[in-house]
């Protein structure tokens, strides 16, 4: 079964605009971690944004915010003011210690910044 | 301090050859991880090891076999490689404990089974 689900294989977002990306997730573990990387065509996977099953108020890392929804079991990252370089994949991963530890992967969604 | 760092960056072996991929990390993690990439399908995890001295299945285990030499070092072996295995590789590492668990990625390998 998927437990991470990223339903937008491509988005576009005018340069300056905000923009959120979708993903929501399955566990049955009360307690777990979601993150979100950027992977740009440089090929290297770079942390964005972390967010914990107990944690009372979402994440936010500069531009990046997390938005998350426990009782629907989603957590969109929001970016605000896109630049050109947030151009890129991104991927939202689950962390389940139900499974001993392991990483969930999205299938990612591939974001371009229009100027 | 390196990070993670994975060796070879590209690779093209064919089909039946054998070889391994080594990854290391000096930030003193628990946990390490060997993923592949293929395109559209996001990251699959192959192996991973919660300690030194333990390895575990992931999603996509056959076909590989992994040695947790230490505690800085993961490897990953194919034994007979074939075309189904060209990929990127990536190997990253993790703390069990602290307040984020972040994995942190090497820079990948690039492999082609011909």
């Known amino acids: 079964a998927q437990k991470i689900t990223q339903t937008q294989p491509g988005m576009f977002v005018q340069e300056k605009e905000a923009v959120t990306l979708d993903c929501t997730y399955d566990?049955?573990?009360?307690?777990?971690?979601l993150f979100w990387y950027k992977q740009p065509s440089s090929g290297e996977m770079i942390f964005l944004i972390y967010?914990?099953?107990?944690?009372?108020q979402n994440a936010t890392e500069g531009r990046y915010s997390l938005n998350f929804q426990k009782a629907r079991k989603s957590a969109n990252l929001v970016i605000s003011a896109s630049q050109l370089g947030d151009s890129a994949m991104y991927f939202c991963?689950?962390?389940?210690?139900?499974?001993?530890?392991?990483?969930?992967f999205g299938t990612g969604t591939s974001l371009t910044v229009i100027p | 301090n390196a990070g993670v760092t994975q060796t070879p960056k590209f690779q093209v072996l064919k089909t039946g050859q054998s070889m391994t991929l080594q990854c290391a990390q000096d930030?003193?993690?628990?946990?390490m991880y060997w993923y592949r990439q293929d395109p559209g399908m996001g990251l699959r995890l192959i192996y991973y090891?919660?300690?030194?001295?333990?390895?575990d299945k992931g999603e996509v285990p056959n076909g590989y076999n992994v040695s947790r030499l230490n505690k800085r070092e993961f490897s990953l072996r194919l034994e007979s490689a074939a075309p189904s295995q060209t990929s990127v590789y990536f190997c990253?590492?993790?703390?069990?404990?602290?307040?984020?668990?972040?994995?942190?990625f090497g820079p990948g390998t690039r492999l082609t089974v011909t």
């Open positions: 990253a590492s993790s703390e069990v404990t602290g307040t984020t668990y972040e994995q942190y």
């Open positions: 566990t049955s573990d009360p307690s777990y971690g």
């Open positions: 967010q914990g099953s107990y944690d009372q």
């Open positions: 991963a689950m962390r389940d210690l139900n499974t001993g530890n392991q990483f969930y």
């Open positions: 930030m003193n993690h628990n946990s």
């Open positions: 090891s919660a300690s030194e001295g333990t390895t």
